[in-house]
């Protein structure tokens, strides 16, 4: 393990990139949060802000983007609404694409995360630490709420959690949304290890896109990692907490069993040895067993997922 500190390090750092739509209230927690962290007042922010769907959504589109007129403690704020909508995931995929590329890396929030005081610390400091590993593909601020007692600080996991995230231009060179190329490569045995040895089916949201019932980003960008063999880092202590289980977000119900307990400490240490971390692989195993249960159960869940999304 290696004792790192963005200020001593001098390390240059990313530009955070938030996407909003029209949720003012979640907004707000999630912009007052990160004010609090202790590098927000030298990090440079990016506001997409999604145009309405509807009539129906205008008001709400309105009220969020009227706040962020409001927003200061960065050392800038760029706001960029959209003109129409692009829907979440041609929104991210975009934005994402034109920051990162633009500035080398990249730190991704949307409007329903809050955040640790520390979580601009851990990303910048392990985006830097990292930034020449090829291995290293993603830095994830979530973490599932598992037993976490002698795990380090942070670890690798080939899965990719997105509540709170950050990644590199030479990883997001590989993001890939071609359904067809993906179907004619990936193999079954490959399916299995993705769904963690069948522990959770992540398949059926890369099927579910491909049906056209859902349209989504992130198992994308998961399988796109999973495939060049490449790790997420964690944290061990969640550095952010999703308020959007509230019913109010796409692609998502009412559920609190991802509520994680958010970090009061700062990550000090990160690990050289690049390989997943096999007893944090097991927790969360069982926590999907917890939390899902059988192959029925985990069905369900799914199509309650599904059908609670907002059109």
Request: charged share 25%; with cysteine; aromatic share 14%.
């Amino acid at each position: 393990m290696v004792w790192f500190n963005a200020m001593e390090n001098k390390v240059k750092l990313s530009p955070i990139v938030l996407f909003v739509y029209n949720r003012p209230w979640h907004t707000q927690q999630t912009i007052n949060a990160l004010q609090k962290n202790k590098l927000a007042d030298q990090s440079h922010l990016v506001i997409y802000s999604d145009g309405p769907k509807s009539q129906h959504d205008q008001k709400c589109v309105d009220e969020v983007r009227k706040f962020t007129k409001t927003i200061e403690g960065f050392k800038s704020i760029k706001v960029i609404e959209r003109d129409k909508n692009w829907g979440l995931a041609d929104s991210i995929i975009d934005g994402v694409t034109k920051i990162v590329n633009k500035y080398g890396k990249v730190i991704v929030l949307e409007d329903d995360i809050v955040t640790s005081q520390y979580f601009l610390k851990y990303m910048n400091e392990a985006l830097d630490f990292y930034n020449d590993e090829e291995k290293v593909m993603h830095v994830s601020g979530y973490l599932y709420p598992i037993e976490n007692s002698n795990l380090p600080e942070s670890f690798f996991l080939r899965m990719m959690l997105c509540w709170g995230w950050g990644t590199w231009k030479r990883s997001w060179k590989y993001f890939n949304r071609d359904i067809d190329t993906i179907m004619g490569k990936i193999t079954a045995k490959d399916i299995y290890r993705l769904n963690v040895e069948d522990s959770y089916n992540y398949w059926s949201q890369f099927e579910s896109n491909a049906r056209g019932k859902i349209k989504t980003w992130a198992i994308f960008w998961y399988i796109s990692v999973f495939t060049k063999n490449g790790l997420c880092l964690h944290p061990s202590c969640s550095m952010t907490l999703n308020i959007g289980h509230d019913g109010s977000g796409v692609h998502s119900g009412i559920s609190n069993s991802y509520e994680s307990v958010l970090a009061q400490k700062p990550i000090e240490f990160f690990t050289q040895e690049i390989s997943e971390n096999k007893e944090a692989v097991i927790r969360i195993k069982e926590f999907y067993k917890k939390t899902f249960g059988s192959y029925f159960k985990k069905i369900y869940y799914m199509f309650k997922l599904l059908i609670n999304k907002v059109s």
